[in-house]
């Protein structure tokens, strides 16, 4: 406005002072300014006011709050119509049962294979849970397609037609998937509006809300959703987003329920699961023993669901020729498992033994109830029994229907979440420790029928409340957490087990973290993600290992006096994203590093037909002369008369370079003599600090600063002076060979037989920083290379289409940077020989499981 303002002031003058023009008038000659409004002045201000201020957090926060909990509750409405048609066709058949039979398998298995195609067809990223990515994504890793609209939409539809077929399939870990989707999109949308979001390290603030988001709308829990994705998705935890997560969350939570009282699914805002238990008396202490069993009980089976679900996955990807025929034929897998299923849960068969007829909300809502099935089975059925008559059966105990589900279910479970369709475990693993609690509550029940005897009062055992202890049990053992017990309180309305659940989740995660890895690492692990795994407590050895141990000494580097023929045996040899550069190939004093694009423009530009023509034709212009050699290819009409002569010159100097006589003779000559000029390093972005340690740190530090900071690689320096480079794939291999990784059940006792057998380690000999930087030094020579738990990065390059990024965008997969080698010399960027490979030890230890 200044600057309009001062511009028109001389103008305004001139009119003035000179003559006016017959038959004009002032006012048509002079534009008058707009008059000024206050109103219209405080309106605008109060419109950047808002954006500036509420665009950053509030409004993206409801914007997502508002989109997830639509997106949840059309999904659980579109799905529970689909159930609906679903009961309807069977019921509709009912006096012929191979019709009835018909029906029931046949209409799951077109949802299922619509759903495996869909997703393959749109977007294979949608397949599966979701929340392992998530978690690599966090810790820094770029995943393509992972956060794409095309993921959102295969990963929606596909779920939907997932929880409509009635197959037990999950929807909170690809909720959360669909979550920070949504969240990747709208701050993609907001960045229009403010830069804020803009900013590559506030992506993972994004995704971390939205992680919270997706568990607090999957069923209108947010404070327990929250805490949850904290300890599912997140190594360390900005507390700044803390409010973000419990804000968002909260509003979606909101509108999902309002959307149910709207849809007149409910009365009023309440729990989804809501229970009835007696608050005056809900146990007593003589009960906790029992609680106890269920946790102790539901850690061990909790291991055995991750380890068996495992183990199908490993079967899958074997090559035999079974999983090479299903790879070829997609959609037999799927197609199979849910005809086995649909078969065994088919109601007039085996199914009503298992209560086959009930779909997993039903499940829930009847495992929850406040009867003991005990007590009323074998006689007529009280009312408001509900859904719960379906484990009744006139011939069969409660006991062994219970039973039946429970392992039925189980291997169920396991297997439908390893279909190629979007799926989680947590409903289905909740619906087995709700199963497991309330068999244990019926036992309980008919060992004290008349209850429990407390200050001259009897007060009846509660097998519901058995259930839902076991259902948070279960599932705090095969995820390793603790929130699930919040997010029961919140699914059930009561707090009063608050108690004995605690007792019971924690019983089960000390159980199921000395035997087995939670479910999503133990998905990260089968598919080679590049996460870095947690150390475990009470190693002194991590602190004894230092980054001088492990750290890569061979490096490939660039300095001022390279050659762009060397640049280019680099970018042709190595898969590097970063290179570092130093000051000279004598000092070695790291200067930066520079982007592996940013070297590969220089290199284009260098040999371009356009740098061709500049060179050849920069003589014909004088030095002081203002024509661009861009500028002929878009020639001014009204240049000067001296200007147009040179732009000819050049004209016709580009047409001779760029159509010559002899074409490839003259440009391969040219290219090779251009290959031998030294980089312009002034002309390439540098980053003047990377990430830098020093040689004396330990792998401790190391590993926290990796987790923390999510980075992928590390210089390490020597006052100044490049030394070497350690990326995550050192760490990892630091963490395991240092003995401080997560170790399989009994490795102590195996190590300690081995120990018995070596004469050469004497026990009295003393641990010492020193002495294990000895033991370290045997181990590197004796094996430098681990087929399967050292091979894990470079694999999933491959498989997965990675690129690592963060605040170097360094790739971790490269042959020659991750090899340790014993020698301590560098290797300039001339020297193009690759990094000797050590053999592969085959007497490696059988206790170290695959990363």
């Not at 495996?116 to 990223?125: A, G, K, N, R």
């Amino acid at each position: 406005g200044n600057i309009a303002r001062r511009e028109a002031t001389p103008h305004h003058v001139s009119l003035d002072a000179g003559p006016m023009t017959p038959g004009l008038s002032p006012s048509s000659s002079i534009k008058k300014p707009r008059p000024y409004s206050k109103c219209q002045d405080c309106l605008a201000r109060i419109q950047r006011y808002i954006v500036t201020k509420l665009g950053e957090d509030w409004i993206f926060l409801v914007l997502l709050g508002l989109t997830m909990a639509l997106v949840s509750w059309s999904m659980d409405y579109a799905s529970a119509k689909s159930l609906q048609a679903y009961k309807w066709m069977y019921g509709e058949l009912k006096g012929n049962v191979a019709l009835q039979y018909l029906a029931w398998v046949s209409y799951p298995i077109i949802l299922v294979v619509f759903a495996s195609l869909f997703c393959h067809l749109v977007s294979p990223q949608a397949i599966g849970s979701g929340i392992p990515e998530l978690k690599t994504i966090l810790r820094g890793v770029v995943l393509k397609e992972y956060l794409t609209l095309k993921a959102f939409v295969a990963k929606v539809i596909g779920l939907t037609a997932g929880l409509g077929s009635g197959m037990p399939i999950g929807k909170e870990g690809p909720f959360v998937h669909i979550a920070s989707i949504c969240a990747a999109v709208l701050s993609r949308i907001m960045s229009i509006f403010t830069g804020v979001y803009e900013n590559p390290y506030g992506y993972t603030d994004i995704l971390t809300v939205g992680c919270a988001v997706g568990v607090g709308c999957c069923f209108g829990t947010p404070l327990g959703g929250v805490l949850f994705s904290i300890e599912v998705t997140s190594t360390y935890f900005a507390v700044r987003n803390y409010w973000r997560g419990y804000f968002a969350a909260t509003f979606s939570a909101f509108i999902f329920r309002v959307l149910s009282v709207w849809n007149k699914d409910s009365v009023t805002i309440t729990a989804l699961f809501r229970t009835n238990f007696r608050m005056d008396f809900p146990f007593d202490l003589q009960e906790l023993p029992a609680f106890a069993i269920i946790g102790i009980s539901c850690g061990f089976l909790g291991a055995f669901f991750v380890y068996l679900n495992r183990q199908v996955v490993l079967i899958m990807r074997r090559p035999t020729a079974l999983t090479r025929f299903l790879t070829k034929h997609r959609l037999i897998y799927p197609g199979a498992v849910t005809l086995i299923i649909a078969s065994f849960t088919f109601p007039p068969g085996f199914g009503q033994f298992m209560a086959g007829e009930l779909m997993p909300r039903e499940c829930i809502n009847s495992l929850f109830d406040n009867f003991t099935w005990t007590k009323i089975w074998g006689s007529p059925a009280p009312p408001g029994l509900g859904r719960s008559a379906a484990w009744l059966h006139p011939q069969v105990s409660v006991f062994v229907i219970l039973l039946l589900f429970f392992v039925m279910k189980f291997w169920m479970s396991a297997v439908s979440t390893t279909m190629p369709v979007p799926s989680g475990a947590f409903m289905p693993v909740f619906i087995l420790g709700a199963a497991f609690g309330r068999l244990v509550g019926e036992i309980m029940a008919t060992l004290f029928p008349n209850g429990i005897l407390f200050d001259g009062i009897v007060y009846q055992i509660l097998p519901g409340g058995y259930a839902v202890i076991g259902a948070a049990a279960m599932t705090g053992a095969v995820t390793h957490t603790v929130s699930t017990a919040v997010i029961c309180f919140e699914l059930t309305g009561q707090i009063s087990h608050i108690l004995p659940m605690m007792v019971a989740v924690i019983l089960a995660n000390m159980v199921a973290q000395c035997l087995q890895p939670s479910l999503y690492d133990s998905i990260i692990q089968v598919k080679k993600l590049p996460y870095l795994p947690e150390l475990s407590f009470g190693h002194i050895s991590k602190y004894n290992i230092f980054v001088e141990d492990i750290m890569v000494k061979k490096i490939k580097f660039l300095s001022p006096q390279s050659t762009y023929r060397e640049l280019k045996d680099l970018l042709e040899s190595t898969s590097l994203k970063t290179i570092p550069l130093v000051d000279s190939k004598e000092s070695m004093i790291l200067l930066g590093s520079i982007e592996r694009c940013e070297l590969q423009a220089a290199l284009d530009w260098c040999l371009s037909a356009e740098r061709r023509v500049y060179v050849r034709c920069e003589g014909v212009s004088s030095p002081g002369s203002q024509v661009n050699w861009e500028s002929f290819a878009f020639v001014d009409e009204e240049v000067g008369e001296e200007n147009g002569d040179k732009v000819r010159e050049l004209q016709k100097c580009a047409h001779t370079l760029l159509f010559p006589e002899k074409p490839l003779e003259n440009i391969k000559a040219w290219e090779e003599e251009e290959l031998d000029k030294p980089i312009d390093i002034d002309q390439i972005r540098v980053d003047p600090s990377p990430f830098q340690l020093v040689e004396r740190t330990s792998l401790h530090k190391t590993h926290t600063l990796f987790s923390l900071l999510g980075l992928s690689h590390a210089y390490v320096t020597s006052i100044g002076k490049l030394v070497g480079v350690v990326a995550l794939k050192e760490v990892k291999i630091g963490s395991t060979r240092s003995g401080v990784r997560l170790r399989p059940p009994l490795a102590s006792f195996r190590d300690a037989r081995r120990k018995a057998k070596k004469p050469s380690h004497s026990p009295s000999v003393p641990s010492s920083p020193t002495r294990d930087r000895e033991l370290w030094s045997e181990g590197v020579k004796r094996e430098t290379k681990d087929e399967s738990a050292d091979s894990c990065i470079q694999t999933d390059v491959k498989e997965c289409d990675i690129a690592t990024g963060n605040s170097s965008r360094s790739t971790v997969s490269t042959s020659q940077e991750h090899l340790p080698s014993p020698s301590s010399s560098t290797v300039p960027l001339s020297s193009r020989h690759s990094v000797p490979e050590g053999e592969v030890d085959a007497d490696r230890e059988s206790d170290e499981e695959p990363l």
